[in-house]
């Protein structure tokens, strides 16, 4: 079976314009989860996605936004990019939603954003 | 605040050394406990995870983690590590009321051959 699939892999965007990162889950999986990851630091969670509703946002602007479609993939979007955005961007699927007892959390690749 | 601290930032040892990666966590609850490892040029991958039972779980690659409640701790073990375990460790954990995972900031580890 495929993994968490993610695209683009590597994108280069200049200050001010707006980027959108797509995102699919493992088969069978609802829950979709975006997170950032900056160079020597551990992921940070931006949002989550169960059944395609927002179940839970991290400490983000509102600049940063996402959905989920009803096959369950996803797509991140972020505007009015910054130099600090730069980053990579994590997808990860899992079978139920949050916290619920034995739910695990499978990361794909990343797409890795310079923000020049 | 919720939070994951991991004690050493760089750990270096030589093949069939010890391992052991400190891992404490902020929580109010009941919680879910991960570690993840990231080998150079790939993703996260599951290591191992604790959820309920046995406080001491084991993953693969032989790797082995105890969690103990009072301490609020959840430290990644292996008894003799190899070349290929080089790579960057990150403990986890989500609330089981919760919805995000929270990451600490990674120990990156290197295994002279």
């Known amino acids: 079976d495929a993994g968490v699939t993610q695209s683009p892999t590597h994108l280069i965007k200049t200050r001010g314009q707006q980027v959108t990162l797509r995102c699919s889950p493992i088969s069978g999986h609802k829950s979709v989860s975006w997170y950032q990851q900056v160079l020597g630091q551990g992921p940070q969670f931006i949002f989550q996605y169960y059944e395609k509703e927002e179940r839970g946002r991290g400490n983000f602007p509102d600049r940063f936004s996402a959905r989920q479609f009803p096959n369950y993939s996803s797509e991140l979007n972020v505007n009015a990019l910054l130099l600090g955005d730069s980053a990579l961007y994590l997808c990860?699927?899992?079978?139920?939603?949050?916290?619920?007892?034995?739910?695990?959390?499978?990361f794909g690749e990343g797409s890795w954003l310079t923000v020049v | 605040a919720q939070s994951v601290s991991q004690h050493n930032h760089h750990v270096i040892l030589s093949e069939a050394a010890s391992l052991e990666l400190g891992c404490n966590y902020s929580?109010?609850?009941?919680?879910?406990l991960f570690w993840y490892v990231q080998y150079p040029g790939q993703h996260l991958q599951l290591l191992l995870k604790?959820?309920?039972?046995?406080?001491l779980v084991k993953g693969i690659k032989g790797f082995e983690a105890e969690f103990i409640k009072s301490k609020f701790s959840f430290n990644l073990r292996k008894p003799s590590v190899q070349w290929s375990d080089t790579a960057e460790y990150f403990c986890?954990?989500?609330?089981?009321?919760?919805?995000?995972?929270?990451f600490g900031a990674g120990t990156r580890l290197f295994v002279k051959a």
């Open positions: 929580y109010g609850g009941t919680v879910n």
């Open positions: 604790y959820f309920s039972g046995d406080p």
């Open positions: 986890a954990v989500m609330g089981t009321g919760g919805f995000k995972t929270i």
């Open positions: 990860a699927s899992s079978l139920a939603a949050g916290g619920a007892s034995g739910n695990t959390i499978y």
